[in-house]
């Protein structure tokens, strides 16, 4: 008689019986092998010596939420990966994780980044604005003595608190001095060198060498000693002076006075910066919150609106010129090669991918070089004498050849794959109906098309409309007026962005943030409209 059958198909195996007690989900596991476990056990302490590591600064920084979060993450990590449950989110956190570190917290970060006034001369607090003015305004204090410095720490090099190891060239002294004043050292604790007269070694100090010293330059820069007759402050890394401070704060008005002219700046917290009576601002400022006053730059203030809206305009016409130019060019070839009439297809769309094989930086620099006014291959080939990149609509044409030149092997690629799809059976009922190329081109083949290909002209003008490299690589966003060298004729938002962030001119973080936000919110908007539309046509001839 038969083995009595669990199931259809199914067959019990003498001796293979799950054991008393055990889940249905234990018995589907496959067990664990030594190197999955040994491989497991790695990145747990992996994640566990990261999560140790990044502890420090947030306890330091007393930034009890970032710890909590740092806490609670970690501990659902081991809690999920040392189980045997929940297989579908073994998988998806790694993902998750990713997504949150390298596109949520980035963008959240340039959202607010947005509504401060972030950039050169208000990066950090308003203690560190207080500390950058007074140390700007030190001047040397006539007949004082100049010291010979050596850079020495308490502790570690890299991390110690810095102190100033001086030696009077003049009476042999030796001091120390760090934020907390100056004081007297033991001549006998010290080793000073004959030769330069700077202290080499010193009881209690580790004394850094001149790498170790350059690394913490700014921090050497800044500390300031001080003195009943002002303070010292390095000049080098070798040489120290005692100067006093011609501007100091004064806490009780909260404001910035000069000694030497009397002037005075107090401060302003909604602009993060020391005005005077006149409006003058003092360089140096702190970061603080603008709300939206950024916004209303980007939309209001001429200096920053005409520039902007001239550039969106152009941003446009660029996209959709590069997406419209490589679309109709790319079709028109695919057409061209669709007919059955055509004898040698197979070469022809070899060389005609050419340009899409190609590495498009390394292409973009090789146009731009053929647009040489005096030595390039267009002028010198067709006679020219065209200043291609130096006038503002000759730059653009030249931006838009090149982009039609990298980009219609793409379109000729998806518009072949798409005229494939399209059954000549519908073609060639409207030539028996009567209707010319022309109107069967126009009523069936370019309608499904367009439903077939809507997505990618979204996709290539979404990509277009941020198309940093071909603005980069080839005009550098010129020419540029006379009297406003961060704004070109041929620039992007992108790269006018890019110009505001990290240009020569000085670094507009929050203000480029804001412009970040405008460019995604136009891209999105399009991209949203247009899908709305290619849903319709999809609806229409479905």
């Given amino acids: 008689m038969s083995a009595p059958l669990s199931g259809p198909g199914s067959r019990r195996t003498p001796g293979r019986e799950p054991a008393p007690g055990t889940s249905r989900t234990a018995r589907n596991h496959a067990p664990i092998t030594a190197t999955g476990l040994v491989v497991k056990v790695v990145l747990l302490g992996l994640v566990a010596g990261i999560a140790i590591w990044a502890a420090f600064p947030l306890v330091e920084a007393e930034h009890w939420i970032g710890l909590a979060v740092l806490v609670a993450t970690t501990v659902a990590l081991f809690y999920l990966y040392l189980g045997r449950r929940h297989i579908p989110a073994k998988y998806l956190v790694p993902g998750t994780l990713f997504l949150v570190a390298f596109q949520i917290l980035p ?9 401060t006034n972030y950039g050169d001369g208000h990066r950090g607090s308003k203690a560190d604005a207080v500390v950058a003015i007074q140390t700007s305004s030190v001047k040397q204090v006539p007949g004082s003595t100049e010291y010979a410095l050596t850079i020495a720490t308490k502790g570690d090099p890299a991390t110690g608190a810095l102190v100033f190891l001086l030696s009077d060239p003049k009476s042999k002294e030796v001091f120390a001095g760090d934020a907390g004043g100056l004081r007297p050292l033991d001549a006998g604790a010290v080793t000073v060198s004959s030769l330069s007269g700077r202290i080499t070694a010193a009881d209690g100090y580790t004394v850094l060498n001149i790498g170790q010293a350059s690394s913490r330059s700014d921090a050497v820069t800044a500390l300031i000693v001080p003195t009943d007759a002002g303070a010292i402050r390095s000049n080098g890394l070798t040489r120290a002076y005692e100067g006093k401070a011609a501007r100091a704060y004064d806490a009780g008005c909260d404001c910035v006075t000069d000694s030497e002219s009397g002037r005075t700046w107090t401060a302003d917290e909604k602009v993060g910066s020391f005005v005077a009576a006149d409006g003058e601002r003092l360089t140096q400022g702190w970061k603080v919150n603008v709300g939206l006053e950024n916004f209303g730059a980007v939309l209001t203030d001429p200096n920053i609106s005409g520039p902007f809206f001239g550039t969106l305009a152009w941003n446009f016409a660029f996209a959709i010129g590069s997406t419209g130019l490589t679309f109709l060019l790319g079709m028109a070839i695919a057409l061209a090669l669709h007919s059955h009439r055509m004898r040698g297809t197979n070469v022809y769309r070899v060389l005609l991918i050419l340009p ?13 070089d053929m647009f040489n006014t005096d030595f390039g291959l267009l002028n ?13 609509w000759s730059a653009r044409i030249a931006v838009l050849l090149v982009q039609l030149w ?3 092997p793409y379109m000729f690629l998806v518009a072949t794959g798409a005229l494939q799809a399209i059954p000549r059976e519908l073609t060639e009922a409207t030539s028996v109906d009567g209707a010319s190329p022309w109107q069967s081109f126009r009523a069936v083949t370019l309608p499904l098309l367009l439903v077939a290909l809507s997505p990618l002209l979204i996709a290539s003008f979404a990509f277009n409309f941020n198309n940093v490299n071909a603005i980069l690589f080839t005009t550098e966003g010129g020419p540029f007026a006379p009297d406003n060298p961060r704004n070109g004729a041929t620039d992007l938002l992108i790269t006018y962005t890019y110009r505001l962030a990290f240009g020569a001119q000085g670094a507009e973080y929050g203000l480029a943030a804001t412009v970040s936000i405008f460019i995604f919110a136009i891209v999105a908007t399009v991209s949203a409209i247009s899908f709305r539309r290619t849903r319709k046509q999809e609806e229409v001839y479905s």
Avoid: E, H, K, Q
């Avoid at 963008?107 to 509504?115: C, G």
């Avoid at 010198?380 to 990149?389: E, I, K, P, Q």
């Fill in 107 to 115: 963008v959240l970060f340039t959202a607010s980044t947005a509504f």
């Fill in 356 to 368: 899409y094989a190609m590495p498009s930086f390394a292409m973009l620099l090789v146009w731009r």
């Fill in 380 to 392: 010198n080939l067709f006679g020219l004498d065209v200043d291609w990149f130096g006038g503002t």
């Fill in 406 to 408: 990298l980009g219609y």
